[in-house]
Each structure stands twice: as C-alpha cells, then as structure tokens.
C-alpha cells in the first residue's frame, strides 16, 4: 500500500512551501491538491490556484508525486489543460498525476455564469472529455469536433516527459465513469458511497468500496485489460467514520489494513488544517506518515 497526502491550496507560498517539502519529508508517496476554484467552507477564504500552487511545489520539492485531486471539466477545457498539464509535467521532472473527475453541484459549477449540469450532463461531458484529453497529451496536433469540446490544430509540442503521457487517476462511481477509468486510468479514485457520509456506518461504507472495485474489475475485464493493472486510491474523510482515522496511529492502521484487505492500494489524508473539517493533531499526522506503513506488513 502507497500512502499520500492532501494539501489544500489555502497558504500563502512564504508557508505552503514548508508544507510541500514537509509533505516529501516525511515520505508520503504523493502530495496532491484540489483543482477547485473555491470549496465549501472555504469559500470566502484564502484559496489559490491548483496549477501555480503544483508548480511551485514541484520547484520545492525532488522525489514526491504531485498530483491534483481532482480536476474536471466544471471550469477546465482539455486543450488549455493538456497544455498546463504538459508544462506541469515538465517542470516536475515527470512526477505529475492527474486525478480527474465528471465534477459536482458546488461553486465551479456555475462560477462562469452556467446553471449547473445535470449528473447526465456532468457524465456526458466526462466521456467526451477524458478521451480528448488523452490524445491531446499523446498526439503533436489534434483536430477535433465533438458535442461539447472542439480541437483545430492544437499542438502538443514537445509532450509530456512521462511516456506516452503523465498517469490519470480517475474519480468515478457510475457505470460510464467505471468504464473511462478502466480505458484511460492509471489508477481509479473513491471517496466511498457519498449516500452513506451522514447516516452509513463504517462497515457499510466498506462494503460500497468492495462494490465499487468488483464493478471496476469488471469494467476493466470487458476490454481485456487486467484490473491489477490500475491503482486504486482512496481519498479519506469523506467516508462515516470521517476523521476516525486521523484521531490516533492505531485507528489509522486499522481503517488501512480494512481497505487494503478490500483492494485499495493508496490511501491519501489531508494534511492538517486548524479550524476546519480537516483539523488534526499534526504529530498524529506525522506518526501515521512514518510509521503506519511498517505496522501495516507486521
């Protein structure tokens, strides 16, 4: 199992760069950030970027995976993303992941004057939006004219520094985006079941993850591919036990070993912040980036 975390692009960089190089520090596998142009109760706080906040954390940090969770099309178009993406990954030194999503109801949905997209509109856009953006990171000129998205000539000069492009790590749940993940991703992202956040329990949140993965399985099964072929990350606090793990090193190893037993290969925390639904004590943070792993293969 690989274990990342979640920096939230709310420092001003004279701080956030300490967080970044204290995220590859401490070992985490990857450090990844929101693609949100604001985000629930931060929404009338300090929020940055996603692309410049990975840039210069890429000029900040060596070794650690960087990475978004997640972009979708709620604000992004694939042409002018390929090309972040490819600059991004070029800085980096070819350590970028992009986690990518169909988007949701929040404030990117219509901070640029749309009313917000039906989830048949959201997955409709997806499907014509991962594949588009695939061959706009793989291919040196893309013509394309389709439904929601159109390509003239678009170049992609000189490509990603990852070979044929940087990994995707697709958010999905439903049918359609289950099928996107096992042909375009490298690896698949949960939250869990989001019916289950207010009144699941743990043990039925468990249960939806099994589901979740039987079904990727069998999505990857119906091209041929081998579902061992795609990571499989779990991003935490969004499950019923919500901050469970974060409260103690054994709560965390356990809530780990319970989804490793069930597939999951990557879990990704949040990095602390006071304050918030993301507050934690920051030694317990550090404890279970050290040493949950070696406790984990006892």
């Excluded at 697709?170 to 375009?184: E, I, N, Q, S």
Aim: glycine residues 10%.
């Amino acid at each position: 199992m690989r274990l990342s975390t979640v920096i939230l692009p709310v420092h001003r960089w004279s701080q956030g760069k300490k967080i970044w190089r204290r995220a590859e520090d401490l070992g985490f596998h990857a450090a990844y950030t929101y693609d949100h142009l604001s985000w629930r109760s931060f929404r009338d706080k300090p929020w940055f970027g996603a692309v410049p906040t990975l840039t210069a954390a890429a000029t900040v940090t060596e070794r650690i995976r960087l990475g978004t969770l997640v972009t979708s099309p709620n604000f992004r178009h694939p042409v002018t993303l390929a090309k972040d993406l490819i600059a991004l990954d070029d800085v980096s030194g070819g350590r970028i992941t992009l986690g990518i999503g169909a988007g949701g109801t929040g404030f990117d949905a219509t901070v640029l004057g749309q009313e917000a997209w039906t989830p048949r509109e959201r997955a409709d856009r997806f499907a014509e939006f991962v594949p588009l953006l695939d061959r706009l990171l793989t291919e040196d000129s893309v013509t394309y004219d389709g439904t929601f998205y159109s390509a003239v000539e678009a170049r992609g000069i000189p490509g990603c520094v990852q070979r044929p492009r940087l990994p995707f790590a697709v958010a999905a749940t439903g049918p359609r985006g289950l099928k996107l993940a096992a042909r375009y991703g490298q690896a698949w992202v949960t939250t869990g079941d989001p019916t289950l956040f207010e009144t699941g329990t743990p043990e039925q949140s468990r249960e939806a993850v099994r589901g979740q993965i039987e079904r990727l399985g069998k999505a990857c099964a119906e091209i041929g591919r081998e579902a061992s072929e795609v990571e499989k990350i779990l991003l935490t606090g969004f499950t019923p036990d919500r901050d469970g793990p974060m409260k103690s090193l054994d709560a965390f190893v356990d809530f780990a070993g319970r989804h490793f037993e069930l597939g999951i290969t990557e879990i990704a925390v949040h990095a602390p912040i006071p304050d918030s639904e993301f507050a934690a004590d920051q030694r317990v943070f550090e404890r279970i980036a050290t040493e949950a792993l070696a406790q984990l293969r006892l």
